[in-house]
Each structure stands twice: as C-alpha cells, then as structure tokens.
C-alpha cells in the first residue's frame, strides 16, 4: 500500500517541521515538503502531528493463560487505538515465560493475532517466584530484558545473581520494586491521609523505595543496567535521579495515574486501585519535576486489565491493575501540556523516543528508510474518555468520563492499525 500522509507536521529531533511522509511497502520512502501526490493514496491532515509510534514499556496482555481478562489480539488492537505501534508485554503469564519452552507459547500466539510490535520480557525466577533463576541464557535472544513484573524479587542475593548474569547477556533487569516486608495486614491505597480517613490498609512508600535503593547498589557492584518499573514515590524519584548524576545505567519509567492524580482523588472503586497505588499530591508533584528534569525517562501505562467481576469489589477486595493504553496519550496532553505544566516535547520523548533508546527497540524515527511506524495526534479533539468504547476487554480505569482535548487519530505499523480520521481526510489516489 502506498501512502501519502500530507499536511501535518512531523517531529524530528526534537521539533515540528511541516512535512509531507510518503509510505510505500511498509517503509517510509520520502519526508519532504510538498510531495507530488501521484500513485499515492493520499491522506491529508492538516493540523495535526505525526510522531514516531508510542511504546509502551509496560504493559499486561494476559495470553497465555488469562484470555478472559485481555488477549494479545484485544490488546494490540488496544494499543493500536492508543497511538502505539509497539509494546514490551509482561510475563505475569501462564505459563510464565522463564523457558524457552514456555516463551515460545506467548511468540507463537504474537506472531498470530498481534496488530503491532510486540517485545516479551522473560521473567527473572522461575514462575516468578523469587527462588531460582529463569533460563536467562536461553531467552536472552528473544526477550526486551528481564522482569518479575506484579512481585519484587525479595532476595538480595538473588537479585545480585540475576544482575550478573542480565550483565553478561546485555540485557536489562526491569524492576517491579516492592519490598513485602513493609506491607502488613493488606493494602488497598497509600498510607496517606486518605488511607486513615477511611480505615483503610495503606502501603507505605517505602516499600517501593527501599527497594529502588537496594537494586542501586546492586547496579554499582556489577554494572547491570537497570530499568525500575511504575515508580511512584518521591523518594525514588530522588534515588534514581542520584544514581544517574553517578553515570549508573539506571532509568525508569511512571505511569499518567501518577503524574496527573494523587490519593486525594481516590473513590472507593476498583479503578482506583493499582499496585503501586496513586500516592500524595507531593510525590505526583515530585514526579512530574522528574519527568521535567530527565530522572524520569519513560511514561509506560502498566495497563493491567482484568474482569468487571475482578474489579467490582472496590479499593478493599478487587484486584490491582487498571488499564490505560487507550487514554493515555489525551489524558497527558490535557493535564500536563494543556495546563503549560510539561511541554508536549517531553511527553514525546517520553513516549516514543527514550523507551527505543533504553531498550534498543527499532523504528522511532520519521525518516526516509525508516519503517512506517507512526502515530498522528489531533490536538484538537475534545471528547470524554469512554472505557465502553475500549477495545480492550479490561475496563477499569480511573479516567473514565474524563473530558480531554486530544486524541490519536491514527496509527500505523507497517500499515493503517488504527484510524479515527475526520470524514474528508482520506482522498484516495488523486493526482
Ligand atoms: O496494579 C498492578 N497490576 N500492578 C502490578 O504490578 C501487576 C499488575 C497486574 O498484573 O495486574
């Protein structure tokens, strides 16, 4: 399919150029200023952005072993309609990918049903539990890095012994950082003001952080590179903004849960509830100034989908995980660069080009040779997030009914995975 995407303006090197962005077999094979239209199906958006695909570093797509709360094909189709044209899928799976055996279940049903780019992450320990290690040897080939994603692995010593070995096979540990030793008769939410208002059971803070802290060691004594997953406390924020001040290869990535919200906002809903949960207003502030200043690298959704059933029970009994691939991108705009707070650039950067960068993922250019693998933005769009209208079968989210000024107006990978194009865009072959 030849494609010719004019009128926009596409984001190179930091900035907005307007360009026109011919597409043939996939690949882009001219970005220029007024292309001849000439055997191209031409797609006009005047206005709007083209930008390097999204990825998202984190995200649960439950198959195999969970299709009831999200396959890999609702879930791409998700991501698709989010603005992504790529994602590093969990391993919280059954079976859990700490084979190679057990991988090739998750690549066979990718290589089927998936609408866009999809990197596994293998697990650290077998069946992520913490006691011996995956067969990192093995997956290391087919896998975005290493992770224990939904439990922190609670063994310094094991920890250590993964690092070393991550190290060696030039691939990333990414940290799901929860010390369980602080977490006593359950938790729903923050140990904050909101916590005690309620009664409810709060999960401190430093539950995340002493983790953060003790993996930042662990990167000094064997040089592993280090990526922490959800972060969520100021106290990390401040850790990881001292460990690359050193030149440790450490980064991590948020969520917009925790950029734009914080425990105050809470409602006794089971889309409220997520581990680690929304904390106070001084940590999203704390978060926010280290997206600002480069401590924080990535904006990943940590979309965990599960069912209506599943979340039903409030911030007490319902499960933790919310999704969020498909408002992210409109959530951020509104909130963070429509308020003046983080200029769009950053959010970008955040979005496309620093999670290809950390995790050596192709794509992430709009340039000639490059593979088409763009989003287009419309600034310009205000709607109300909707979560009936998700393509993924989770639901649960705490933006729901949120008005937002942006949306994601297409997609492509390789080609057209997602298009919500005002009527007159599309002129087909005009001359
Ligand atoms: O809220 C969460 N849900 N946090 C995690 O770490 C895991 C995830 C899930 O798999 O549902």
Known sequence: MRLLLTGGAVFRNGAFQPLDVAIDEGRIVAVSPALPWEGFSVIKVPDKLIVPGFVDVHTHLREPGFCYKETIFSGTAAAAAGGYTAICAMPNLDPVPDSLENLEVQLEAIRRDAKI?????????????????????????????????????????????????????????????????????????????????QGLPGNPSISEWRQVERDIQLVVETGCRYHVCHVSTRESVALIRAAKARGLPVTCE?????????????????????????????????????????????????????????KGKGLRGSLNGVVGLECAFPVLYTNLVETGIVPLETILNALCVNPRRIFGLPGGSVAEHMPADLTVLDLNRPHVIDSGSFRSLGRATPFDGWGVGAAVAMTICGDIVYSNLEEDSETEGRQ
């Open 254 to 310: 948020t969520a917009p849960h925790y950029l734009v919200m914080c425990d105050r906002d809470l409602q006794d809903h089971g889309r409220f509830k997520m581990n680690p949960p929304i904390r106070s207003a001084a940590d999203r502030d704390a978060l926010v100034a280290g997206l600002l200043d480069g401590t924080i690298d990535c904006i990943a959704t940590d979309h965990a989908p599960h069912s209506a059933e599943e």
């Open 117 to 197: 780019n999809v990197y596994p992450y293998g697990a650290i320990t077998k069946g992520e539990k913490g006691e011996t290690l995956a067969d990192m040897e093995a997956l290391a080939p087919y896998v975005a890095g290493f992770s224990d994603d939904g439990r922190g692995v609670q063994s310094r010593h094991m920890m250590q012994w993964a690092m070393k070995i991550a190290k060696s096979l030039n691939r990333p540990i990414v940290a799901h950082c929860e010390d369980e030793s602080y977490l006593t008769g359950g938790w729903s939410v923050h140990d904050g003001d909101f916590a005690r208002e």
